[in-house]
Structures are given as C-alpha cells and as structure tokens.
C-alpha cells in the first residue's frame, strides 16, 4: 500500500503539467524571486529555506533573499506551513505525518511544507532532487546538472510520506556528518532541531543487562542471571551475561529501569529491551519450559517482554517497548504473540548479503524470510536490522552486496516494516565505497522500489567521471565471479567467500590502475584513488596466502604486486582518513601487525620422504605449510590471508600466545624435528617440539609454571578438506568411540543437533579425530592419548573450504615449579579410516 502510494505521487508532476497543457517555471525566471520563511517557522523549517536559498545558488550562481514575508510583484517561494498559509494562495497541508511533505509548482510561486518538525525539509530536499535533477553524493560534492537553469519544472502538486518511519544507514560517513545525512534524509542521526531531530523510534540495542546489571545485583542475586550449564553466569565471552526469563523479580527491576528512562526521554516512541550479544541464554526449569513448549528460544523472551510492556501500557499507553528477533530468539514461538505494544527487531545476521534478503534460491535467505512470514502472523510492529558490510573480516575487502540493496529494502517495504538500521562501517571512515553505498542505501531506503544497481551506476558516472564506466565494468565482473562461484557472502565473509586470492586481486588492481589513468582532473583522481583501497586490502590478502621462503625467511608473494605493497596501502590509508580495518581494529594496528610479515619472518621447515612441514616461530609457532610429498596436497588451509590463518595452538587461560596475541618463540631446528621455546611474562616456560616421526607429524607441548597459573589450551588445526559441500557423503567426519564412528553422517545440512554436539564433545575418549573427503580420496587423522584432552570441537564452513579439527586438553591449576604436558600426531589418509 504505502510502495503504491509513492510511486503514484511521483507522477504527480507530470499529470498536472499536462493538465497545464504544458505550460512549465523556468528555473532561470526564479533567479529574481525571493524566499519567504515566515517569523512563526520552527528551527528545522528556518533551516530548509536556508538549504533552499544555498542549493538554488550553486546550482544557478544566484543567490534568492530570505524574507519574512513576500513583498512586491515578485514570485516567491514559501517554505513551511506559515509562509504558505500567509501566501493566501494555498493552505498548508492539513493532518500531516511528522515528515510528509507537499511541493506545489505554480507559474508564479512554490511552496514547500510538510509535518514537523521534518516534512517541509524533506520537501526543500525533493524538489531539488525530483524536479532539478540534483544528487547529494558525498558531505562534500553535490552534483548539479549544467543545463539546470535551462529547465522548465512542471506544474503540479506532490505529496509524499516515507515508507520507513526509521531510516538509518550506519556508515562512518553518514554517522560524522549530519547535515550530509540529512540531506540523504536518514532521520535517526542527530537530535539537532535544526535539522529536524530524531525519529522517536529507537534501534533496540543490548541493554537488558545494562537496566539489570550484574555489577549491581550479581553478587547477591545469581538467580537475576540465566542459568547455564548448571551453573548461573556473571560474566560472558562476548558482550555481556544473560538474564533469567522467568523471575519474577528481573521483569519489576526491568520495568522499573525502563520507566525511568522513558520519564527522561518524553519525545521518543519506542525503548529496547534487547538480550545480550551471545548465545547463553538461560536453561532454568521455567525458562527452559516455555522455550521447548514454544519451539524456540524466543518463547521465553517474549514472555519476558510481554510482562515488561504490560506495566509500561499503564502509565505510557502509546509507548512501544521493542526488543529481538535475533539469533537464538529470530525464530518465532508457536503460540505467544508480542503484545500490542511491543515491536520486534527481526535482524539479518546469518543471512547471505550477495542475494535479495527474499531470493528463495538462497539457502541463507528463505530461512529468513520464513521467520518474517512467521512473525508477521503475530505483530504489525517490526522493525529491521539489516547488515551491509564485513564486520570480522575487513571493512575495506570488496564486498559485492550493490545487486542487493534495492531488493531487499523493497522486500521490507512489501511486508509493511516500519524501519529499518542499516549496519555497516559505522565506527569507521573510508571503508570500501562507503560513500557510494551510504548514497544508494539511503535512496533506496527514501523510496523502496529504487533500483539500488542503477542508483550506483548514477553515483559512478556523476561521482567518478570518465572513470566511472570501469568501475562499473569491474563492478559487474566482481558480482558475476561471486554469483558464478554459488557463495553466499555473510556479514562475516572470509577472502575465499568473497573469492580474493591472488589471481583475482591482481585483477581487481588493474581495474583500478585504468580507472586512475582515466580520471580527468586531480579532484577526480582522489576519488578514485580512494576507492582503489578495496585493490590494496584485496591485495594484501591475497599475497599472504602464499609465502616465499628464501634462505630461511618467509615473506608474502607480491609477483604481480606493488613492491611496497604495505607502505603504499599504509600511506593511502593516511591520506583517505581510514579509521578501522575491521569492527574492533584501529587501521594502525592492522597495517603493524602485517609490517613483521612483510619485512620477514624467520622460517623453519622440516622434511622427510613423507613430509615437507614450514614452520614460523615467530608468530605465534604458526604452521603454514604441510604437504604431503607422494600426492603433492597441501592439506592445510591455504584460501586465507595469513593473518586470518590459524594452524595454531594456543592459551585460553593465562599469558600465552592466542589468536590475538602474537608472541615468537625461540627456535632449535634439525632437518626432521624443532623445538620451540617461549619464556612469558609470569616467568612460566612454554616448550613445544614439532617432529617428523614416521608417517606421522608428532606435536608436544609442556607448560612449567613459576607461579600459580593455568593450564588451558586449544589445539586449533586449520585443514583445506578440498570440497564447498557439507554433503556428508562427501565430507566425513570420523571419531574413535571405541571403534571407528562416521559421526556427521545424519548431520542435515552440516549442522548436528544438541545431541550429536554432545556426543562429538565427549568422544575425546576414543583417542582419534579424521576427516576424509570420499570424492578427492585423501583425509587427516589427528591421534591423541585419551586420558590428556578434555573435548573436542568441529568447525565447518564449506564456503570457506575450511574445517578445524580442534581438540581441548584437560585444564588444570599448576602449583610453582609444576609442569603438565599433551601431545597428539596428524597422519595423512588415502583411505577412510573406518575402512583400514
């Protein structure tokens, strides 16, 4: 309904300019008009004829007054309600929404008004982007055609109320610059009243352990918290703990917190009460009953959240209490409906980003769109957070998601959403076309239906001159490579997903080469240049995932490459004002944590008949390289970017080397054994001897404590099983328990259940671990002793082509002096190993 009511007022225009029997306004006969904003106006409404009065004069050189009221026989145009209702030649638009806005044309005068305190701005907004052909591009280049003044605007009436009532695209861009973002009009930014505040919808956020905290209630109230493992959790891996669903005591401290915030906060239409970012939530008897009789761990919260709004109806009867639809609780429950005044954020995160949001060819996506099927069985509330970037992975490596955009915001639209949080790069600038995207997000959020690939065709050729056809044309072929590999890029997508090795970064550098010799004026050359990061970053990647080794040093392949790859990028970086490489690195940290690699690091490589092992002691004792001589495979991971790639092993516990802590290890090298030795900061020594023994690859490890200190470790073996299928039957997965045990054979769609979780953590016992890729013929097989690991761990992801055959050794406590070891061997399979 609301998708056929903007398109019908688009052509508003050009129907009331034929019933004009052509007749048009000029621009040119405007330059000696003047601007009436009358003396009543609101700051956002005195701000629009100010807008009018600056973008009227870039596009035409001249600059109209502002008066309080129109004066003479001059045309004039009326900006906000006041001045159109002074004209006495039209009336203001009655009952209108706070951000609808009305463009009347007339052959003497134009009036611009709306609701407030946002739809006359909107409206100075529209009439110079639907009647002028202005383009807000960038917070510093908005484009104006040449011939501007030359055009004849029609006569008519245009009204236009949003779809979204929250629009918000989170890049660094958008976020730093509110004027910029208001003119793109996302109205979630700035609560300047200049330009027009904030929605009084909010983006549900994790604050429930925020109102109820475990600083304030934890120590003498576990019970607030949810339960987890047996065991009631104050603390969490990732964000913060969980709250019990079902006390009765959490629902009044939630109302009570919550209440308070909406006293101090009386313009705002809707208040988050959102879980924690993980997946603990609580287990007690009462939760857990609800979640099991509902078929989803929704059931509880929404339990929950019924209660909290319950109250809150009593005093703020049109206040709305939103929480998620996320993860764990995305899909709905079976029977309880979110009351009347609660609204739901359904979020994107596991979904496909390449595909529309809707494509029901996706096998990420149609699980979504069921969930949203489902949900809007329940509610007419629904909000919806939407991801457009590379959260983990890099916020400049390219990300082919233009395709996308405009399919996805019109599926939201056709399924009545209310708003919705476009995340990206938001705590970062320059990612890769940030500004690009910001413009087409933005457009399309403005008026679902936007075709986003053709709003990003425009931004090219106004945006980055006679380069813009090749980037378009690399563009397309980024998005055909991506789209004839059958990945489904996530918000978390790896190189390979994203299909960056070497031979496509040196692609994707020449494209950018030729964009740069084609930019016709230096301004354009910086434009370019900026988004060329996407080459470099892409470059990076690539050149890591393959070392050179020479005299015993291993540096990236840069064949094809800029020589000082890292410097130029670093500097480019400087230059373009990046922040961020990813959602939690500093740009200064990522370029320093590559510098080591690029200027070399120390490589041990051992080899026998069998086996040629590569060896860095310096980073972390990471292997990165293990071929197996009679068929030639490298059986390691070879797809990532070396600083992505993790055939480690590290401390969970205590100062050690961990995936974020580099450390380097002093190395005694033999032509078939090394022994690594790292002395660390609590005066413990970690020892560890890598050997070719036979057919095997044997690797110690002994921990000898100075003080009091854990022993905690992860064995976290990175393998290429050759194949992008989770098909069982191609990809198995094997376990001693006793005897051999094919134990993802009933896996459906490569993920077990709870259950065969369960079994898999607890087959430690058995004392082996394979996997065995039936259509290549080849497999590993890691060997422990039984009575020295705790659990093991499967990570699989067939679109990266990576799977982990991680294994946990049992923790202790050691005592000053102690030591306590564990071992294990990897051996190569030619034939499955329940078959031998």
């Not at 989803?296 to 998620?324: K, M």
Request: aromatic share 10%.
């Amino acid at each position: 309904m609301l998708k056929r009511q903007f398109q019908v007022a688009a052509l508003c225009f050009v129907a009331a300019a034929a019933f004009g029997q052509g007749n048009g306004l000029r621009i040119d006969t405007m330059t000696s008009w003047q601007i009436v904003c009358a003396h009543g106006a609101i700051e956002s409404e005195v701000y629009a004829a100010e807008e009018f009065q600056t973008l009227f004069a870039e596009m035409t050189g001249t600059t109209l007054p502002v008066v309080a009221s129109a004066s003479g026989d001059r045309g004039a145009v009326f900006i906000g309600p006041d001045a159109v209702a002074q004209s006495q030649q039209s009336a203001p638009l009655s009952d209108a929404g706070k951000e609808t806005l009305r463009v009347q044309v007339t052959a003497d005068a134009v009036f611009i008004d709306g609701g407030r305190p946002r739809g006359t701005l909107y409206g100075v907004y529209e009439f110079f982007e639907e009647l002028c052909g202005v383009r807000f591009l960038t917070h510093d280049h908005t484009w104006y055609p040449d011939d501007a003044e030359d055009k004849t605007l029609p006569l008519g009436v245009h009204v236009y109320e949003p779809v979204f009532a929250y629009r918000l695209v989170s890049y660094g861009e958008i976020r730093r610059n509110p004027e910029f973002a208001t003119r793109l009009r996302n109205n979630a930014v700035t609560r300047d009243a200049r330009l027009g505040g904030r929605t009084g919808y909010e983006r549900v956020g994790h604050t429930m352990a925020r109102l109820v905290s475990p600083e304030e209630y934890g120590a003498e109230h576990p019970e607030y918290f949810a339960l987890v493992d047996g065991e009631r959790r104050l603390e969490a891996s990732y964000d913060r703990p969980q709250l019990c669903m079902t006390n009765p005591d959490v629902v009044a401290l939630m109302t009570e917190a919550l209440l308070e915030q909406i006293a101090q906060q009386p313009d705002m239409i809707s208040f988050g009460v959102g879980h924690s970012d993980n997946q603990d939530y609580c287990t007690c008897d009462g939760c857990a009953a609800i979640n099991e009789r509902e078929g989803s761990a929704a059931g509880a919260t929404i339990h929950f959240v019924n209660q909290v709004a319950e109250r809150v109806e009593q005093e703020y009867p049109d206040v709305l209490v939103g929480t998620y639809a996320y993860q764990y609780t995305r899909k709905p429950p079976a029977t309880i409906r979110p009351r009347r005044n609660v609204q739901m954020q359904l979020c994107s995160i596991e979904a496909c980003n390449f595909h529309p949001i809707n494509d029901p060819a996706c096998p990420l996506n149609k699980p979504f769109t069921e969930d949203m099927d489902g949900w809007r069985r329940k509610t007419d509330n629904i909000k919806v957070w939407h991801y457009n970037t590379n959260f983990w992975r890099g916020y400049m490596l390219p990300y082919p998601n233009f395709r996308s955009i405009g399919p996805s915001v019109a599926y939201y639209a056709d399924n009545a959403v209310i708003g919705i949080y476009m995340q990206a790069a938001g705590n970062a600038q320059a990612a890769e076309f940030s500004d690009m995207r910001a413009y087409v997000i933005s457009r399309c959020l403005w008026k679902p239906g936007r075709d986003g690939w053709a709003e990003m065709e425009t931004f090219c050729r106004l945006h980055y001159g006679a380069a813009a056809e090749t980037i378009i044309e690399y563009l397309t072929w980024y998005h055909d490579l991506v789209a004839d590999a059958g990945a489904h890029p996530t918000c978390f997508a790896t190189e390979s997903e994203l299909q960056i090795n070497p031979e496509t970064a040196r692609r994707i550098m020449a494209y950018f080469q030729r964009a740069l010799e084609q930019a016709e004026s230096e301004k354009v050359r910086v434009r370019v240049e900026k988004a060329s990061l996407c080459a470099y970053r892409a470059a990076l990647s690539a050149s890591g995932m393959r070392l050179v080794c020479e005299d015993g040093v291993a540096r990236p392949d840069l064949e094809g490459f800029h020589p000082e790859l890292l410097d130029r990028f670093a500097m480019l970086c400087e230059r373009h004002g990046v922040t961020m490489e990813d959602e939690h690195t500093p740009i200064g940290e990522y370029i320093e944590s590559l510098r080591s690699l690029h200027e070399g690091y120390k490589a041990v490589t051992l080899e026998n008949d069998l086996w040629r092992l590569v060896i860095l002691p310096e980073s972390n004792a990471k292997i990165v390289e293990i071929i197996h001589k009679p068929s030639g495979r490298n059986v390691i991971q070879p797809r990532r970017a070396f600083d992505r790639f993790r055939f480690e092993e590290w401390t969970r516990q205590g100062d050690g080397p961990a995936a974020r802590n580099i450390v380097a290890f002093e190395a005694d090298a033999d032509p078939d054994v090394v022994r690594l030795t790292l002395e660390l900061d609590d005066g413990a020594t970690l020892t560890r001897r890598v050997a070719l023994d036979g057919d095997a690859i044997r690797f110690e490890t002994r921990l000898t404590a100075a003080d009091q200190r854990p022993f905690d470790f992860w064995v976290h073996p990175e393998y290429d099983p050759a194949a992008t299928t989770d098909d069982p039957r191609t990809v198995a997965v094997y376990v001693k328990a006793p005897e051999w045990t094919w134990i993802n054979r009933d896996w459906r769609d490569g993920q077990p259940t709870e259950q065969q979780t369960r079994a898999l953590r607890e087959a430690a016992a058995g004392g082996a671990f394979a996997f065995y890729n039936h259509e290549a013929g080849f497999g590993v097989e890691q060997r422990f002793t039984p009575e020295d690991y705790e659990t093991l761990h499967l990570y699989w992801n067939p679109t990266r082509q990576q799977l982990n055959l991680e294994m946990y050794p049992k923790t202790a406590l050691l005592a000053p002096g102690e030591q306590k070891e564990y071992a294990w061997e990897l051996r190569y399979l030619d034939v499955p190993p329940d078959t031998r």
